[in-house]
Structure formats: structure tokens, C-alpha cells
């Protein structure tokens, strides 16, 4: 275990770490610091406030910009009512030097009081025991980090003004997927036959070639070998090597053949597949458009996209402890034009509480061209 200390505003929180966690902090704090734009900032860390967290996360987010050569002032939650007039780390005032600085401010009564009027990055650190209030702060956070485990956090959202290539997301899914991989089944296991009678609605014919795009510890793996037969093709793709040591171990990889690979990049020719099964996988996507049209590209014309998950919308949101929104990528009214414009023809809706099942046939002359709506 390796105790971490922080000075400051931290001190009050300790984290006893492993190494791993360690590192996991690093990545954490150092992705975020990344995103955080150049020049003159007001950045804002909220949520768990209980834990105190915010204060550990503010601050090593500044030091990591201080290492990074980008000028820093933190400010402490104390300094709020004295709007910036005793700062953590230096006496100046907010005005003093704003070229290039960062400012880092994290509790409530900074979130109530933005030098300058407004936050230009916000963090949020998200625990699902929070408040229903903190809950409904979900929509607003430029960067959601989840800290439900203190000593694991990980991105789960970055606006995409700051997401760049979106390269973080890999790392960001390993690390909530892997500690998740060997309970998966045991928390989910009693889905099973909704999965099977979701692949019977796909309608495969015998000796199709079919893709499991993000299929976890390969639940659906069965039931597509069953539908496509032994001279089928299935392949289960997921990005997260966890997951696929979990299907190997379920014996499930004798279903399919299995590949560690994004599904955003898939190592599949245009076309080489019927159909494409994706079970939880579209909405975590940070660019669902883009993620539509991968399976797009590589779905023959008329081939088949479900989309699936083992519960419905409603029910899913309600085990989230929030309510379902209105303008969520998978509500009907929003998924239509999603998948019209990356190649998709939706042909049925289905999302009653016991499961979401959205069936999609691949438009016939679609080239990519359209691909340029965002999903989020
Ligand atoms: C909610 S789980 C669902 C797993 C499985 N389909 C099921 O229904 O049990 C989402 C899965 O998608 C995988 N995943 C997330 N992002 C991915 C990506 N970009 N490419 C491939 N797999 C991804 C995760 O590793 C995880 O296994």
C-alpha cells in the first residue's frame, strides 16, 4: 500500500493506495489536465463533497498544470466569500496575471460564485450515492469523473470541445470495464434468455457472419453461434482484455472468434458482415455518430445493427438512480436521425421495461458521406 499525502485543502482526506491505484490517479489527473485549454482558465472541480475529494483532485490537477509549465493559482473553498482575496497558495488577486492563468477552485460556494461570472471548465466528480441535486448536475459537467470507488476513478464524459481525438476513451473504459470483468456475469447473469431472444428477432440466416461489437464476457456468443450455425462466423469484439479473459473463462470463446480492438476502429473490411449486435455498447461511445458509422462501414448493404440492452430505458436510468431525459442519443426521436444519418434505416423500436431492443437495416447506397452529425 502506498499512503498518499496531500498538502493544503486535502490534507483532510486520506487515501491509503496501491501502487495501481496510484497510477490510476495519475492517469486521471493527468488526461483531465490535458484537456484543460491553454492561456488564461477558471476551472471548477465539484460533486462527493463529503469526501472531500474535489480539494485532493484540485489540487493535483494544478500541480500537474504547474508541471506542465502552465501557471496555477488554487483556490481554496474558505477563499469563496472573500471573492479570491486569500487564496490558497499566493495573496494576489484574481485579476492579477490572468494572461495565462489557470485558476482552480473546487466546493459549493465557489460553484455559486465564478470569478468573472463563469466556470470555462467544469469537473465533476460523480458518485452514484450522491444527492438527487448533484445527480441532475450530470448535464451540465464538462468532464464527469466517476468516484463512486474513491481509489479508482475514471472518466466517464469529456465535452466534445475538450475531447480532442477522443483517444481517452480507451483508457477510461478499460479501467471501468477490467475491475468489473469477473462479477459481470454473477451481477447480470439472469439476462441470458433476453439476449437469446433478442438474436431471434435479428432473424440470421445459417452461415452469416455477425459481429459482437463491445460483447463483454460474450453472453450474446451463444445464441448468435446457435443462429448462424457451424458454418458461421461470430466475432466478439471488446476493448477491454478483461472482459475477453472473462468470455474465455465462461467458455464461451468457443463460440466465436474473440478480438481486443476499439470498436470505433474496427480491423474489419468495408462490408464483410451481416449483421452487427451491440449489446451496451452505443451509448458509451463519446461519439455515438461516429461509432454508428464504423458499424455502418463495415455492414454489407442491408445488413442488420441491433441494438440492445437487457433492460429498458427507463428501468436502466432508474437503476442509475436518475430520471430518463428527453434528448438522451437512445430515445426514439433522437436515434432515428442518428442512424439515418450514418447509414442506417431504423426499423423497429422496442423499450418496455424488461429490455431496449432498436433494429436497423444498413441503407443500401450510403458511402460515409453523412457521418458528420455528433451524437452527443
Ligand atoms: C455495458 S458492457 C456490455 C457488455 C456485453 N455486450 C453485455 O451485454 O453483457 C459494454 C462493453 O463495451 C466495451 N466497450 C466500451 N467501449 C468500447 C469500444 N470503444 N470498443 C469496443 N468495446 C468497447 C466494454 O469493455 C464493455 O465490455
Redesign the pocket.
Known amino acids: 500500500m502506498v499512503p498518499v499525502a496531500d498538502g493544503g485543502a486535502a490534507a483532510a482526506v486520506e487515501l491509503e493506495m496501491t501502487s495501481e491505484q496510484v497510477g490510476r490517479w495519475k492517469t486521471v489527473v493527468g488526461t483531465v489536465a490535458g484537456m484543460v485549454p491553454p492561456g488564461a482558465v477558471r476551472v471548477l472541480v465539484h460533486g462527493a463533497d463529503g469526501e472531500g475529494l474535489p480539494a485532493v483532485f484540485a489540487d493535483r490537477l494544478a500541480a500537474h498544470l504547474r508541471a506542465d509549465g502552465h501557471p496555477c493559482r488554487r483556490l481554496a473553498d474558505a477563499s469563496a466569500t472573500d471573492a479570491g482575496a486569500s487564496e490558497a497558495d499566493g495573496d494576489a488577486t484574481l485579476d492579477e496575471g490572468a494572461a495565462d492563468l489557470a485558476v482552480l477552485a473546487d466546493g459549493p460556494r465557489w460553484r455559486a460564485a465564478p470569478p468573472g461570472g463563469e466556470w470555462d471548465v467544469v469537473v465533476w466528480l460523480r458518485t452514484r450515492s450522491a444527492g438527487r441535486d448533484d445527480r441532475d448536475d450530470e448535464r451540465g459537467p464538462d468532464v464527469v469523473v466517476d468516484v463512486d470507488d474513491p481509489a479508482w476513478p475514471v472518466i466517464r464524459h469529456v465535452a466534445s470541445r475538450l475531447a480532442g481525438d477522443g483517444s481517452w476513451?480507451?483508457s477510461e473504459?478499460?479501467a471501468?470495464?477490467?475491475v468489473?470483468?469477473a462479477t459481470?456475469?454473477t451481477k447480470?447473469g439472469d439476462?441470458l434468455p433476453a439476449?437469446a431472444a433478442a438474436v431471434r428477432e435479428i432473424g440470421l440466416r445459417a452461415g452469416a457472419v455477425v459481429l459482437?461489437?463491445?460483447?463483454?464476457?460474450?453472453?450474446?456468443l451463444p445464441a448468435l453461434r446457435d443462429a448462424v450455425g457451424p458454418a458461421g462466423t461470430v466475432i466478439g469484439?471488446?476493448?477491454?482484455s478483461?472482459?475477453l479473459v472473462t468470455t474465455r473463462q465462461r467458455g464461451r470463446a468457443t463460440h466465436a472468434a474473440l478480438v481486443l480492438?476499439?470498436?470505433?476502429r474496427l480491423p474489419i473490411a468495408a462490408g464483410a458482415v451481416d449483421a452487427v449486435?451491440?449489446?451496451?455498447?452505443v451509448h458509451?461511445?463519446p461519439d455515438m455518430s461516429a461509432?454508428l458509422a464504423e458499424l455502418a462501414r463495415v455492414s454489407r448493404p442491408g445488413g442488420t445493427l441491433a441494438i440492445?440492452?437487457?433492460s429498458g430505458r427507463t428501468a436502466l436510468a432508474a437503476r442509475h438512480g436518475r430520471a430518463l431525459r428527453p434528448d438522451e442519443p437512445l430515445a426514439a426521436s433522437r436515434l432515428e436521425p442518428l442512424l439515418a444519418a450514418t447509414g442506417w434505416r431504423l426499423d423497429s423500436y422496442d423499450d418496455p421495461a424488461h429490455r431496449f431492443l432498436a433494429l436497423a437495416t444498413r441503407q443500401e447506397r450510403w458511402h460515409g458521406a453523412q457521418a458528420q452529425v455528433t451524437g452527443r
Do not use: E, I, K, N
Open positions: 476513451h480507451v473504459s478499460q471501468f470495464f477490467a468489473r470483468a459481470w456475469d447480470f439476462d439476449y459482437d461489437a463491445g460483447c463483454g464476457t460474450g453472453r450474446a469484439l471488446d476493448v477491454t478483461q472482459m480492438a476499439d470498436a470505433r449486435f451491440a449489446a451496451g455498447l458509451h461511445l461509432g440492445f440492452h437487457p
